[in-house]
């Protein structure tokens, strides 16, 4: 499989296997979790482990984790079935034509148009798509770096029996941010240094907007629907009598009163409405 990147490499470069026993010589995906997070504890055990100073956690007692691993073959299927899309390059590991120390363990590679395909099993607890996409958008971002993957899939598979597909974008902004961390982090296992939390503010991740959904049984919903409905007809009433009364007033104008109301002209020439009256405020009229 060839692949080509854009961060100083024009030419196309080919996959490098990696071995997957020697984590602590390269920064994967599950690392620019840590690295991008505001654990300190953690991000000094991750600067540890790649030093070779400590051995990796050990996850096989965490439920969690291993339920997201018996589960990725019938998270893989459902996306499959559901989406009539193709996962291929399964458990592929890779390496960065340019940065060495930056690689990725794929879930997978959706075979039509490329994306990057990631398996996560997830509490249903106050579970979102917003706060499943933050928690995982720097594996995601790191892995579309690593092969020059322009979008990604968050395929989720929750414990209260529901699956929810994720679709997004890389982000060039995120990824810069990201790779500058990594970078300051690579050289704190080099140095020896212990690194510190780099406190980047990420922008927000974009999501692809992909669901229809009904928000009957919203309270909020009914009572700002209702206003909506009741007002509208007024609304456009109003709108329209603002332009027409623009219309109206002399162009050569700085003010114009009559009939309860008040047009001021700016400086610029926008036309603001007032309504006079004997008490209260005299707020602008939009």
Request: with cysteine; glycine share 6%.
């Amino acid at each position: 499989m060839t692949i080509v990147h854009t961060d100083g490499a024009n030419a196309p470069t080919h996959i490098i296997r990696l071995n997957p026993n020697d984590r602590r010589h390269f920064i994967g995906g599950s690392d620019a979790r840590i690295i991008m997070g505001d654990d300190q504890d953690a991000l000094t055990r991750l600067w540890r482990e790649k030093r070779g100073d400590v051995e990796p956690e050990d996850l096989s007692d965490s439920l969690i984790v291993q339920l997201g691993t018996v589960t990725e073959v019938l998270n893989r299927a459902w996306y499959q079935k559901s989406s009539g899309h193709t996962v291929t390059d399964i458990q592929k590991r890779v390496r960065h034509p340019v940065h060495k120390w930056m690689a990725a363990t794929l879930d997978g590679i959706v075979e039509q148009g490329g994306a990057v395909f990631e398996a996560k099993f997830m509490l249903p607890w106050a579970f979102t798509e917003e706060a499943a996409a933050d928690k995982h958008m720097a594996q995601l971002q790191h892995n579309m770096w690593v092969i020059a993957a322009r979008t990604s899939v968050l395929s989720i598979i929750t414990g209260g029996g529901k699956w929810v597909e994720i679709k997004i974008h890389a982000d060039p902004l995120y990824q810069h941010l990201l790779l500058t961390a990594e970078k300051k982090f690579w050289r704190c296992v080099q140095s020896g240094e212990a690194p510190a939390l780099f406190n980047i503010e990420t922008p927000r991740p974009r999501l692809e907007a992909v669901k229809i959904v009904d928000m009957s049984t919203s309270n909020q919903w009914a009572d700002l629907a209702a206003t909506y409905l009741r007002t509208r007809v007024a609304h456009g009433e109003h709108e329209t009598a603002k332009a027409d009364l623009k219309k109206l007033m002399p162009e050569d104008a700085k003010e114009a009163t009559g009939h309860g109301i008040k047009a001021k002209r700016s400086k610029s020439g926008a036309v603001s409405f007032e309504a006079l009256v004997a008490e209260g405020s005299h707020a602008p009229i939009q």
